[in-house]
């Protein structure tokens, strides 16, 4: 069986085995005892529990089940591993433009944490001064992907994406005066980002972000094969 | 009488006096015939013809009655000076992210002129290569006030605003792919700069951010006065 | 070295040389003890303390390492002056549209006044009773720059464009009922502005205008210069 | 039989009674013969015909079948009159906020003038040059009810309704620069005008204004009834 | 003079005498104190006082100065007449299309009563039992004018303007489930009705609607005049 | 008489007969003691009751009038019937993709209940996870209706119209990060979908879903007819 | 095998087996050549040919290879059977609201007379003359399943709803003035009905509601089955 | 020197070193000579060429000066190498959900191609037949990166994202009925994918993916390395 079904979830337990990653919990319009119920299921399949957008009632829930898991109040997670995912090799880099952005970007380090994953973290180098950003050049270049969290204009990737020839993840965060739209001025800024290559994920989606960067990740730890 | 009535518009003649520089044509949506008839008026009063949003058509009627008019095509603009403008000093620097921004760096150019200031020129300064800008701080130092164009993200005013003390006019354009929804993606990106002290005028609007880079040009060329 | 690293925060001690003003602190999605550290940086480099969108939780902490510093409640700003900057000459004018756009213009002239600039307030003068504005126009040219904040439809820059020389920077507030969705319809207002020259910033960003404001006026403190 | 049949239409003969006017041809996305057929019909039934949204291929049709309709080009409006609709005592004022306006205001003026009405034309007189607009008060004042058509910020109908009392209705263009949004600008800053009692209809709609005021003028031909 | 000065806030005196109706407080965004003082000087002034959008809180702080105040809590407004509006002939329906739409209906009532009309509620005729209107046709075309307060999909003033021959004034409200986006589909709705003649103003409005139709119809209210 | 005239809402009472199913009482914005009248009315008449949106205090208020209520608090509905409706053979099927989709899942199951539909579940079968919706696909096909809930991009009715021959009904959530709009996202995406024949109702409409889905169930009871 | 491979197409010939339909070619985007290859392989799979936004280059091409095909030009489409669809019992209502939601109408027309079904033309109803909908009822009643086209507001669904108790698929259009916003006005307004069970399908999408519509036809053609 | 300046354009010539690949140009907006200067300058310094949104009147202007140029119609793209960039092992995917989405995946595999990728094609695949995609699932596995092309929708990288454990950078194209909004929809549904971990570029933006996908690509031409 590939699923096991609570009935008001199906929990994907091929997850692991198709995508690499074992399943995720998405908890905001979950009750807190759906939560428990799933994270209980998935930690006893795969020994790796990552619960996203976690308020504090949904991790009560949790540690009644679980009395190990940890909450990470400001990037809002739930985590806990009863099996450790093998440590890569090399480092991804996460950088922010404020400290404002400084939730989305633990939500990213989190998830890049339990996935195994070594983090480098650059914080507060937005483009108004751009001296704290060039600065860390070699830095930036030594990591094998960067994430980079913006919020307002969301000009950060762009001047990154000209520095390095790494792959850069944009995130845009809901940070700004009037304007921002919820982020959509941060979203569109990354989407039309004049630097090269910069891909994108949802607003304030630092788990979306890591995911795609483990996954990146993932791939460079065997050598190349093919023709 | 502060204005000349010609039916169909009433041509300010004290504006001059008012704002301190002549009426301006904004030649969309009116008839060849009417751009004509209003720029004719305008000439006589202030001595100075300024028509934006020109099409060759309302050149040629314009042409016609006033044959030392000249058009620039690229810059959609007419002009037509009998009684030069004083001559400012100093410089307003007007650049521009890309080479697709040309057209409407060229409206702030010629608007600028006409009024007399002098331009200086620095194009082509994305942030995706940043360094090409960086090696031009001390031009833009130089200069009273800068005019920042720019399309995609609208990245670069935010850039610009981390190098100098002067005064900032940023100008998105309509250029980009499909989610620069006509230049809102570049408009939102200025608007939200983490660049402190940048303004912004509407999308393509050369003319805008050249009338305000003037009207604060205009200001300089006076000793401070006042407690 | 031309910042400090407080971790979470690269607090850019190179600001005022570069760009004329010390940093200034956005406290939006920053806890108050970041707040307050980032706080103490900043006033002993440059003695001279400014955060917006500050909360009465941000004050405490401020308030706890800073004893003498001042909190304005209904512009939502943290101020503190060690180091007095020069006080400039002329006055820089604040105009608003309605009694309800106060807090807005609280934050511009809180920023003003912080920055050394003196200013000249005027207050409920909306295009709905013109009798009102047009009575002003001597103290509105009298100033060195205008300030002008509105809600709903944001049609008194037009209307103050239309009256006076000086470089108008306009502020749309999210005061209105339904349609003024946050802002957005005075902000259209603002940037389709019939008057020329009118420039924008962000929706009920006081700070922004007053420090593009404080930018200008403090180029008019020295005598012109340049050919 | 209170309609028509064609088929493809079913001509509202009854409307004239229950409505007041008869009814009206709105050709755009309909075929030239269609247009032809529906407006044969309406002319016979209530002598009163008004096509708006015309191309010349409409009108060619209309014409052939019948030859003395007239066509307005700037106006986009077919007309014919076989019985003249009564003569309405007291005027109805159009004004429009720049020339480029002038389309939309012709199709208000041909609808009122079709339904019987006399029209005073203010045109040019956009806030912007405020002195244009105050001149011609008592004019405004002598008019039944006023339509306001603006394009840009439509700031006009704020600073008409702080002047007189009379009913005003607005009608926002879709003239402007980039962020006018296809006359989104105008007609946000229309419904959130601080000027009271300001009435919006749709976009480039001059056809909808004219109707309105003509219904507000109509009730005023009757002396005042009722308790 | 024709205005009082408040610092805070002009308080435009001489509006009755040009726009034909007092000043109107629009409180929200005002701190209590100061719509106590706004309404204390509008009472002397013009002995009608009216105040919108007014939190229990505003109320608390006018009855402490004028103790004869009344609060409307579920139209939110706050009035008190010394001197009564002269009483109208005729009557102005107030249509809405469901219960929920209630509030806004209030506060049309509530500004016209407070006007000097006489009001005819017709409340509950939602086009989707649309008998419940077609029985009120009479009552309908009785009225002077026809306000029509509706959310959701606001299809009932294209059903209402087919109906009557009296000028319609529509009203969005922000009722409805998620894709009302607060109220843009009524206004949308609203504004590209297909029932000729009908005017639109902003969601919520219901003072804006009742102030525009207080205007027609005290027009109504003299003889017809003009050639 | 065809409907109950309660002053603030008129009770259509004709509803069943014209449409097959009783009025329903969609409680937002409405009193607790309107939704109560209602109720009562509305039960005396057609034996059927659903609120929906109905929060706490609206069935506080009903239960005092109507003892035998039932709230429930995931779906947000009241619901009470003293004539059963028919049951219908068939059953209707309720997909949801995500656990967070439950409320909205849930308000379309007690509305088919009510309405005397039987429902198969079929819960969190979202894309993501293809393989849990395709072992599926016979109790898809066994059942006369779909109704797919869905939030975040809403794929998941285009994967389901792929698959099976029975009308499916989308609705989108407002399930999801930032760009999800507040449920815009799987709306435009439903709207769009490239599996043929989906139609769609309002953001977290289970309620309209479950209508449609029962109008097209009460039509298969009978054998078909005509020719 | 259950697809053709055509390189730049996979023409899906099992779906006739799983959704009831044969594939339908949207021939928007693609070039004549391959619609016409496409065209082809569906004929000789299936027997029905049906192709939607064609245009004639696009029927040009497929005309050369299939003589018979048809090219239907207000509606655009292509069509050819070499084999019949068993008719159905019982007819499908189109309803649209003005002539100028025609070219819409034909589209789902031609796509209901392709699959077998008897349609019944109920044209121009729109609510501003409700009257020539309500002498319908009983021809709407008699249908199966209605569909219902209209531009502008796009209030008609709401009527019909109101009216009849089958199922009812609304078509917003793009037909309208400038805030119809090229149909979202329409779009908006129909996923907020006040007629219950209204479902909905993209702007301009006959097709989709013809598929639908179809689809639940089909249905109707079995006596019903199940407990 | 790390730039060429020809007056209207800086060509980046440190590009390589620091990003990876050679300055590739915009066309969008240039003239057809600026295009060509550029050109030639690029090629003379790196030996590889690709402009992107081509026209042919571009190409005409560049096959002047170097006419060995190659134009690719569909994928609007102008290349040409005269030194070839190392062969990648491995391929990248490029998928695409319809036939139309053919111009946006062509620009990705020229993109691919000339910065030397191998490609594997798999077109026509959308979730509405998601058969001939769960067919592919190997081939999906065996690529090193997935780069999906899908408009309407845009539901498929969702559904490849459950099927496979390599990164996938999805594209959102313009293709779709009405409310695809020019490509909004798909694009809000990519940025929204439950698919974990996918990342999104620009509507259109077949260039941007594959710059991302090939700067991949290159990493994994080494074996790991760090700690």
């Known amino acids: 069986m590939t699923y096991v079904d609570l009935g008001f979830a199906r929990v994907d337990t091929d997850r692991?085995?198709?995508?690499?990653?074992?399943?995720?919990?998405?908890?905001?319009?979950?009750?807190?005892?759906?939560?428990?119920?799933?994270?209980?299921?998935?930690?006893?399949?795969?020994?790796?529990?990552?619960?996203?957008?976690?308020?504090?009632?949904?991790?009560?829930a949790v540690v009644k089940l679980l009395p190990q898991a940890r909450y990470h109040s400001r990037g809002r997670c739930i985590t806990l591993e009863t099996v450790l995912l093998p440590k890569n090799k090399g480092r991804i880099g996460v950088l922010c433009a404020g400290t404002s952005d400084l939730p989305v970007a633990e939500e990213a380090v989190i998830t890049l944490e339990t996935f195994g994953n070594q983090v480098e973290k650059i914080f507060d180098v937005g483009v108004a001064g751009i001296h704290r950003l060039i600065v860390e050049r070699d830095r930036l270049e030594g990591c094998n992907v960067l994430i980079v969290v913006a919020g307002?204009?969301?000009?950060?990737?762009?001047?990154?994406?000209?520095?390095?020839?790494?792959?850069?993840?944009?995130?845009?965060?809901?940070?700004?005066?009037?304007?921002?739209?919820?982020?959509?001025?941060?979203?569109?800024?990354?989407?039309?980002?004049?630097?090269?290559?910069?891909?994108v994920v949802n607003i304030d989606n630092g788990f979306g972000a890591a995911y795609a960067a483990a996954t990146i990740n993932r791939l460079l730890q065997s050598a190349p094969t093919g023709d």
Not at 30 to 52: F, R
């Open 152 to 199: 307002m204009e969301g000009a950060l990737p762009s001047a990154v994406a000209g520095l390095v020839s790494k792959p850069i993840i944009a995130v845009p965060t809901s940070i700004g005066y009037g304007a921002s739209f919820g982020g959509l001025a941060a979203l569109l800024g990354m989407l039309n980002s004049c630097g090269s290559g910069v891909t």
């Open 16 to 60: 692991k085995r198709r995508c690499g990653f074992p399943e995720v919990i998405y908890c905001e319009g979950k009750t807190p005892d759906e939560v428990a119920a799933i994270a209980k299921t998935i930690l006893e399949q795969d020994g790796v529990l990552l619960g996203t957008r976690a308020t504090p009632a949904h991790f009560e």
